[in-house]
């Protein structure tokens, strides 16, 4: 064989070998990030999973009229604070009738929730008829107690390196031997806002912060977006000016998140002077960082509907702006909404600019209105993870687990309205 040819079929050989490599680097990249990934998600899951559940303690509480409500007005706003401590004390003592000493009195009653009361409370003022009745109520754990349970807590610890002593692990004992102590799904976590008390604590408050937020975001992104776009890809003449527009929308895109939530305070806040801590002005900011990703994707969208189409309703008489707005902008319609999905999907995980516009206050009140004082998940995923108690680890994860699915489900969703409006040229 010529010696060329001998080289030629080595040097094809490497090729060849190299490609393999080439292919096999590919695979254990993406490999290794979907095993990133699964860890990830495990690690947050198994985390997390534990605070879909609550420990609720079972006691038959006689809600004597004497203490309640001793003048017998049956007024709500009088129930709901009434003193409730000495009936679910008086409950507790009854299947645990060793208790005597005031201060034991007190250890034991900590084995409820401090909202407890305020549970119950509630219940009654919204159903007065109870009152002067016995009703075996589940009444939510304090957060000690749940982790024990759990297994979070491990009784072998030395007693003074934790805040469950011996003796109210004996009496959570007795408590579940005697049927008291059952763990049931956790409705607080998604009806409830935030709460110093790990167990009382819920996302609905920053969830629905989220979704006003993410709402002003959507009313002012998408229209201005979409024209935009629409002006800059249809009308506009190339020239150095919007050459110089194209360069700041795309450097836009690249900010980082914060420098819009500073944007925000020095505007919005300091200059403006509207209200802090609302989703109006976390809405206005947000769009603000959505807006370049908006108008990149639909410029993309509408460079790619043929020109055919366009000559084609010019032909037959229709002016410009009919062209574009009967024609061109339906067809680019899906691939406007996917781009706009996934930066609203970006914005509902950003933290950082809704940090700045002072968000990040404890808010107890569920939010009624743009308007009113709220926080946002992100948010409350931050503060949970800076909280000192070892109750709000489970709560973070569990938020983040929310999180996680509603970002999955937007990203699924612009997915679906790709594939099924999009049309092939």
């Not at 003022?125 to 009152?131: T, V």
């Not at 110093?196 to 201005?224: D, H, N, Q, T, Y």
């Not at 002072?358 to 992100?378: E, N, Q, W, Y």
Request: proline share 5%; charged share 20%; aromatic share 8%.
């Amino acid at each position: 064989m010529p010696d060329y040819m001998l080289t030629t079929s080595t040097q094809m050989a490497r090729r060849h070998a190299r490609e393999k490599r080439f292919k096999w680097y590919g695979r254990i990249a993406i490999l290794l990030s979907i095993a990133f990934l699964i860890f990830m998600f495990t690690a947050i899951i198994f985390r997390g999973a534990g605070a879909f559940q609550q420990t609720k303690i079972g006691l038959d509480v006689h809600l004597s009229e004497d203490i309640i409500d001793p003048s017998g007005t049956r007024d709500p706003a009088e129930i709901r604070l009434a003193n409730y401590k000495p009936v679910l004390l008086e409950a507790l003592t009854e299947i645990i009738p060793d208790v005597t000493e005031r201060r034991e009195k007190n250890r034991l009653y900590k084995l409820l929730s401090n909202g407890a009361a305020f549970d119950l409370g509630e219940r009654v003022a919204q159903n007065p008829d109870l009152i002067g009745t016995t009703q075996r109520l589940w009444l939510s754990a304090s957060s000690e107690v749940d982790l024990f349970l759990k297994g979070k807590i491990d009784a072998d610890t030395p007693e003074d390196l934790r805040r469950l002593k011996d003796q109210e692990i004996a009496w959570v004992n007795r408590l579940q031997d005697g049927g008291q102590i059952k763990k049931k799904f956790n409705t607080t976590f998604f009806t409830q806002g935030d709460s110093r008390e790990p167990e009382m604590a819920g996302i609905l408050g920053a969830a629905i912060g989220s979704f006003f937020s993410l709402l002003v975001c959507f009313v002012i992104a998408f229209p201005l977006g979409i024209l935009t776009a629409v002006y800059l890809e249809e009308y506009a003449k190339k020239n150095r000016l919007t050459d110089l527009i194209e360069v700041n929308i795309n450097n836009l895109a690249a900010v980082p998140s914060i420098v819009f939530g500073l944007l925000g305070l020095s505007i919005f806040l300091n200059f403006f002077g509207m209200p802090r801590s609302t989703p109006l002005v976390g809405g206005i900011v947000l769009a603000l960082m959505t807006l370049p990703t908006i108008i990149i994707a639909s410029r993309s969208i509408l460079r790619s509907i043929p020109q055919s189409i366009r000559d084609a309703a010019l032909g037959l008489g229709a002016s410009k702006t009919q062209t574009t707005f009967h024609h061109v902008v339906p067809l680019a319609m899906p691939g406007m909404l996917t781009g706009t999905i996934l930066g609203m999907a970006r914005a509902l995980g950003e933290t950082a600019p809704l940090l700045m516009i002072g968000m990040v206050a404890f808010i107890v009140d569920i939010p009624k209105g743009i308007t009113d004082v709220a926080t946002s998940l992100p948010v409350q995923i931050f503060l949970w993870a800076d909280s000192p108690e070892k109750g709000f680890v489970e709560r973070t994860s569990a938020a983040i687990i929310v999180l996680l699915v509603f970002l999955i489900l937007m990203n699924l969703f612009a997915v679906y309205l790709r594939k099924r409006l999009e049309r092939r040229w």
